[in-house]
């Protein structure tokens, strides 16, 4: 049975947590943490919310964020898609920094 329909009523402060897929970390380096709490601003920036509190841990955040329009459901998509899209990339990219050979050359 699907879950219910998220309500979003304008003005609601919610409780906003998500976890790493398998409970994989979601977060494994600072870095990941600065990235992650730029795209909590820019998602801020498109929706207006207004974050009041976050809390980040390795496998998953919370997160309490006050919606001054009815925008939770589209501004969670594009905020954790767009952080997903982010550290994936970054993994990538920081992987292939550390099979560079000597050389500068890459193993494919």
């Known amino acids: 049975m699907p879950r219910p329909l998220r309500i979003e009523v304008a003005g609601a402060i919610y409780?906003?947590?998500s976890?790493?897929?398998r409970r994989e970390p979601?977060?494994?380096?600072d870095q990941d943490r600065k990235v992650f709490l730029r795209t909590l601003e820019e998602a801020c920036e498109?929706?207006?919310w207004q974050v009041h509190a976050w809390c980040?841990?390795?496998h998953h955040f919370h997160s309490v964020a006050e919606t001054p329009q009815a925008n939770l459901v589209a501004g969670?998509?594009?905020f954790l898609g767009t952080y997903t899209g982010?550290?994936?990339?970054?993994r990538l990219?920081?992987?292939?920094q550390r099979i560079s050979a000597p050389d500068g050359t890459t193993a494919r």
Do not use: C, E, I, P
Request: no cysteine; proline share 0%.
């Open 15 to 17: 409780h906003l947590m």
């Open 46 to 48: 498109k929706t207006g």
């Open 76 to 78: 969670m998509k594009w």
């Open 93 to 96: 990219r920081r992987r292939t």
């Open 86 to 90: 982010r550290f994936n990339r970054g």
């Open 56 to 58: 980040l841990m390795s």
């Open 19 to 21: 976890r790493g897929d």
């Open 26 to 29: 979601v977060f494994k380096d």
